[in-house]
Each structure stands twice: as structure tokens, then as C-alpha cells.
Nanobody
């Protein structure tokens, strides 16, 4: 059974950095795209970043472009999100996902809180 577990969230001041990780298990994760979404209180879940199966292609939401970097290590079944120059509006629960033709898989989320 596929499982995704996020880690690395926390409370930071604006301008600082955090690195989120997503550890995958229960399958082979080198075949399809993975990525991150986030959901702030009272708002819909929104796209953050995605990365192709090989890691050669990445795509970011305009709101995080230039500040966040997505990467993956298929040998370790891990997905990372390096978040720099964090802003209070980045406060949200961050979810990793694995996008297969049959269905999407989601982690349970990790809270990121950025204080002004």
C-alpha cells in the first residue's frame, strides 16, 4: 500500500528557510510525477510545485517561483521542497502527492507557520 509521509514543517520567522521532505513507501516512485500542494486556513488547497518522474522538469506556482525548489531522489523514494525567503502568506499545511494514471496519493500534511 502506497504511503507518503511529510516532515520538516514548523514555525519560522519571515525571511527564513525550511526544507520539507516526503518519504514514500509501498511502491516504485520513479515512474510518475510528484509534487506539493498547500492549504491555508479557510482556503482551498492550492498547487505549489511539481516535478517529473526523472526530476528533469519542474513547475512552480507564481507565488513561490524563485523562492521554492522542488527535488526528488528516486533511489531513496524521497521528495523535497526547499523553501527560502518565507512569507507569512506561505503559512499552510503542506501536502505531498504522487500522481499515477490510476489515482493520486496524498500524505497527511505538515504544518508550516511563518511569523511576521
Amino acid at each position: 500500500q502506497v504511503q507518503l509521509v511529510e516532515s520538516g514543517g514548523g514555525l519560522v520567522q519571515a525571511g527564513r528557510s525550511l526544507r520539507l521532505s516526503c518519504t514514500a513507501s509501498g511502491g516504485t516512485f520513479s515512474s510518475y510525477a510528484m509534487g506539493w500542494f498547500r492549504q491555508a486556513p479557510g482556503k482551498d488547497r492550492e498547487f505549489v510545485a511539481t516535478i517529473s518522474y526523472s526530476g528533469s522538469s519542474t513547475y512552480y506556482a507564481d507565488s513561490v517561483k524563485g523562492r521554492f525548489t522542488i527535488s526528488r531522489d528516486n533511489a531513496k523514494n524521497m521528495l523535497d521542497l526547499q523553501m527560502n525567503d518565507l512569507k507569512p502568506e506561505d503559512t499552510a499545511v503542506y501536502y505531498c502527492y504522487y500522481d499515477t494514471p490510476r489515482r493520486e496519493y496524498w500524505g497527511q500534511g505538515t504544518q508550516v507557520t511563518v511569523s511576521a
